[in-house]
Nanobody
Framework: QVRLVESGGGLVQAGGSLRLSCAAS????????LGWYRQAPGKQRELVAT???????NIVGSVKGRFTVSRDIVKNTVYLQMNSLKPEDTAVYYC????????WGQGTQVTVSS
């Protein structure tokens, strides 16, 4: 089973930036689309960004224009660059395939203070 490990979260003030990383234990990026998901307290997990097996990216919803997704195939790592962060971006961020096929990792906590 492929493992995914998220990192890079933290506490940041509104307007700040963070870059999240998702390291995979195997070379899957050319096979599956990968996505960044987030789950805020009391809310369902939602998809915020995807990158296809061919490298085409898509940003979803309220984070459009502020978040970008990229990958390093050699490092088996996907990144989520988050700019102009808002308190409503506070959540645990996860990566997984799209649709999700793998076990969820522990995620990385992002907290944005106002």
């Amino acid at each position: 089973q492929v493992r995914l490990v998220e990192s890079g979260g933290g506490l940041v003030q509104a307007g700040g930036s963070l870059r999240l990383s998702c390291a995979a234990s195997a070379s899957i990026f050319k096979i599956y689309a990968l996505g960044w998901y987030r789950q805020a307290p009391g809310k369902q997990r939602e998809l915020v960004a995807t990158i296809s097996s061919g490298g085409i990216t898509n940003i979803v919803g309220s984070v459009k224009g502020r978040f970008t997704v990229s990958r390093d195939i050699v490092k088996n790592t996907v990144y989520l660059q988050m700019n102009s962060l808002k308190p409503e971006d506070t959540a645990v961020y996860y990566c997984n395939t799209v649709p999700n096929r793998l076990l969820w990792g522990q995620g990385t906590q992002v907290t944005v203070s106002s």
